[in-house]
């Protein structure tokens, strides 16, 4: 005897959805001014495929960003706030977020150049303030010494006036009187008497 055994076989596909789950948040580049930074957002499994999109602490999707990767460039202090990176699929969604804070310090190429124009600055002053000095200094010397030579020098002894001199010319005879020290030099003063 023979038996017969018939076995029916069906193949069926499952397709499990699974929402996004995981996803890690990571920032490139250093957050100072004028700075530009790369925010990326990956490793979310989930299925069907994910899809990420970046969003500021306003709600909005930030411009700039495509997929998994946000490039913002020319850092200010309107940069600041919490950036959300969504990764979503048609059954659920995940987040990560990123905290910019932007720091007071800036790019270490600006920093040196400041250092440089400050040593100058300084420097040029304190030169400055040394040639002002020297110029009122040697004004106030010239000054002394102009006042010095520019004082007539006066005897504190009364000068005696000398004695006549008897002057004979044409049948007549005249006296001289010098009174010296006490009529300034610069207007030397002689009178002659007639006898």
């Given at each position: 005897?023979?038996?017969?055994?018939?076995?029916?076989?069906?193949?069926?596909?499952v397709?499990?959805?699974?929402?996004?789950?995981?996803?890690s948040?990571?920032?490139?580049?250093?957050?100072?001014?004028?700075?530009?930074?790369s925010?990326?957002?990956?490793g979310?499994?989930?299925?069907?495929?994910?899809?990420?999109?970046?969003?500021?602490?306003?709600?909005?999707?930030?411009?700039?960003?495509?997929?998994?990767?946000?490039?913002?460039?020319d850092?200010?202090?309107?940069?600041?706030?919490?950036?959300?990176?969504?990764?979503?699929?048609?059954?659920?969604?995940?987040t990560?977020?990123?905290?910019?804070?932007?720091?007071?310090?800036?790019?270490?190429?600006?920093?040196?150049?400041?250092?440089?124009?400050?040593?100058?600055?300084?420097?040029?002053?304190f030169?400055?303030?040394?040639i002002?000095?020297?110029?009122?200094?040697?004004?106030?010397?010239?000054?002394?010494?102009s006042r010095?030579?520019?004082?007539?020098?006066?005897?504190?002894?009364?000068?005696?006036p000398?004695?006549?001199?008897?002057?004979h010319?044409?049948?007549?005879?005249?006296?001289?009187?010098?009174?010296?020290?006490?009529?300034?030099?610069?207007?030397?003063t002689?009178?002659?008497l007639?006898?």
């Amino acid at each position: 005897m023979m038996s017969a055994q018939l076995q029916i076989f069906s193949s069926f596909n499952v397709n499990v959805y699974k929402p996004p789950t995981g996803p890690s948040c990571h920032l490139e580049g250093d957050v100072v001014p004028r700075g530009n930074i790369s925010l990326t957002c990956e490793g979310a499994t989930g299925w069907p495929n994910v899809t990420y999109g970046w969003f500021g602490a306003d709600g909005e999707r930030v411009s700039n960003c495509a997929g998994k990767r946000c490039t913002i460039y020319d850092l200010s202090s309107s940069h600041d706030g919490v950036y959300t990176c969504l990764a979503t699929n048609a059954v659920g969604n995940s987040t990560c977020k990123i905290t910019l804070k932007l720091t007071a310090t800036r790019n270490p190429h600006e920093a040196e150049h400041l250092s440089t124009i400050i040593a100058v600055s300084f420097t040029i002053g304190f030169i400055s303030i040394l040639i002002c000095l020297a110029f009122i200094f040697r004004r106030r010397r010239r000054r002394k010494q102009s006042r010095a030579f520019a004082r007539p020098s006066i005897s504190r002894q009364p000068s005696q006036p000398t004695a006549p001199v008897d002057i004979h010319e044409d049948g007549l005879t005249y006296a001289e009187l010098d009174f010296g020290g006490m009529v300034p030099q610069d207007h030397p003063t002689t009178w002659q008497l007639k006898k």
